[in-house]
Structure formats: C-alpha cells, structure tokens
C-alpha cells in the first residue's frame, strides 16, 4: 500500500482520533465515573492517553509488522475484551482503528472467514465477495468461506 507523506499523515491523524475518542469512551469517561479524579488527575490521564495514543499510532502505521500486531491485539484486548472478535460489528471495520486491524491482521485469531466476515473486512457485500471468489480474487475454504490471508492481500495487507 503505497502512500504519500500528506495521505499517511491524514490516516495518522484520523486513526489518532478514533484511538483516543474510543479509549476516552471505554476506559477513561467509567473509569472517572467511578473514581471522581480531581481536575488535575483527569488532565493528566488525558495528557497521557494522548502520549500513549501517539505511540500506539507510530507501531500501527509503522514498518515492523510484529510490533504493529502486538499492538493492535493488545488494543483489541483492552478495548473490546467483553465483545467475542467473531462478533465485531460490521460498522467497526470501517472505522480508521478496524482498518489499520483489517490490512495488518485481518480478522484477529482466524484463517477461514464466513463470506459475510469477509465482506466486512472488506466493506462490500457478501456478493461482492462471492464474485471476488469465482474470478479467483479471494481464496475459498472447503467450509464455502474464505482465506483470512486472501481478505488481508486484497486489502494490500502491510506485510
């Protein structure tokens, strides 16, 4: 996936954000509910988020493809612990944090994916997937599904 200095800052400042609004979400704003910080506590848990999510962004969008796993899956772990990663809703693959997940791993902890998996990985319909399969653009499993590594190159997985 080649892109320009300009495109790669934009994905970095849009996955910065989706990071850090999804963090402040599901752990910050219950974690202040139920701690009532001060204003000088909420201000520093706010500047270190923003350091973290810096970090976060630089091992995502950066060259080390283990470290960019490690650290999605970790992400993936805090932040969506209690959602089964079979059940990730659709819309989420769409967001700039499902779309760094989508071209670095796939569909986490999987090789074989239903079509409708796959189709939301891919943002297109399971007929677009379907056809995808019958030109031999995406590999099909004996189960009728497709190859997570098959979703991955399509996206242009950044191996």
């Given at each position: 996936m080649s892109t320009t200095r300009t495109e790669h800052d934009v994905h970095a400042?849009?996955?910065?954000?989706?990071?850090?609004?999804?963090v402040r979400r599901r752990v910050l704003d219950p974690l202040e509910i139920l701690?009532?910080?001060?204003?000088?506590?909420?201000?520093?848990?706010?500047?270190?988020?923003?350091?973290?999510?810096?970090?976060?962004?630089?091992?995502?969008?950066?060259?080390?493809?283990?470290?960019?796993?490690?650290?999605?899956?970790r992400l993936l772990a805090a932040l969506f612990g209690d959602v089964d990663e079979q059940s990730m809703p659709r819309a989420w693959w769409a967001t700039p944090f499902g779309r760094v997940v989508a071209h670095r791993m796939g569909y986490p902890g999987r090789t074989e994916l239903t079509r409708a998996e796959a189709a939301a990985l891919l943002g297109i319909t399971r007929q677009g997937v379907h056809d995808l399969v019958g030109r031999g653009k995406l590999d099909r499993t004996t189960a009728g599904g497709v190859t997570n590594e098959s979703v991955r190159a399509r996206l242009g997985g950044l191996s």
């Amino acid at each position: 996936m080649s892109t320009t200095r300009t495109e790669h800052d934009v994905h970095a400042a849009a996955l910065a954000a989706d990071l850090a609004s999804t963090v402040r979400r599901r752990v910050l704003d219950p974690l202040e509910i139920l701690l009532a910080p001060s204003a000088a506590d909420a201000r520093r848990l706010d500047a270190r988020l923003n350091e973290a999510v810096d970090d976060w962004v630089a091992s995502l969008l950066g060259d080390n493809t283990a470290e960019a796993v490690a650290t999605a899956s970790r992400l993936l772990a805090a932040l969506f612990g209690d959602v089964d990663e079979q059940s990730m809703p659709r819309a989420w693959w769409a967001t700039p944090f499902g779309r760094v997940v989508a071209h670095r791993m796939g569909y986490p902890g999987r090789t074989e994916l239903t079509r409708a998996e796959a189709a939301a990985l891919l943002g297109i319909t399971r007929q677009g997937v379907h056809d995808l399969v019958g030109r031999g653009k995406l590999d099909r499993t004996t189960a009728g599904g497709v190859t997570n590594e098959s979703v991955r190159a399509r996206l242009g997985g950044l191996s």
